[in-house]
């Protein structure tokens, strides 16, 4: 069986913060495009490779929030990104953490106001969402200065 998502919408208020945002902390090169009458920032994509891509999503429909779904993005290294994130001074709302041999995860809010996980994997896959199952959240810290 593959995997259930296909594909994400992360909802934004302002495209071009958000695509700043995306670049610069997380280092992915996003397409602009108009899709179905919406703005989207296009987030790179492979088919050979496992899980799904997305985009940012711009338009009426599109609400962002820290509650609801949370979507957590492949990253190399989390203390880097945490790192960049802190010149948007970017809260913190869940610290990094090992969730045993798939890895570590973090959550930080990004420029629209979303809800933003991290997962760095460890020697047992990329699978975070078992592990931290039974883990409560964090609490939300902000940088100094911010």
Known sequence: MSNPIAYVEIP???LDR???FYSTV???DITREIVDGYEMGLFPADADSAG???ALAKGDV???AKAGP???MRVDSIDEVL???QQYCAPVLLERRAIGDVGFVAEIGDSEGN???LHEAGNGGVAPFRAMASEGGGREQRYAGC
């Open 52 to 54: 799904c891509s997305g």
């Open 62 to 64: 599109y609400v962002p």
């Open 18 to 20: 958000a695509i700043e």
């Open 83 to 85: 790192e960049r994130a």
């Open 12 to 14: 934004v208020s302002d």
């Open 26 to 28: 997380l280092r992915l």
């Open 70 to 72: 949370v979507v957590y």
């Open 115 to 117: 809800r933003i996980g």
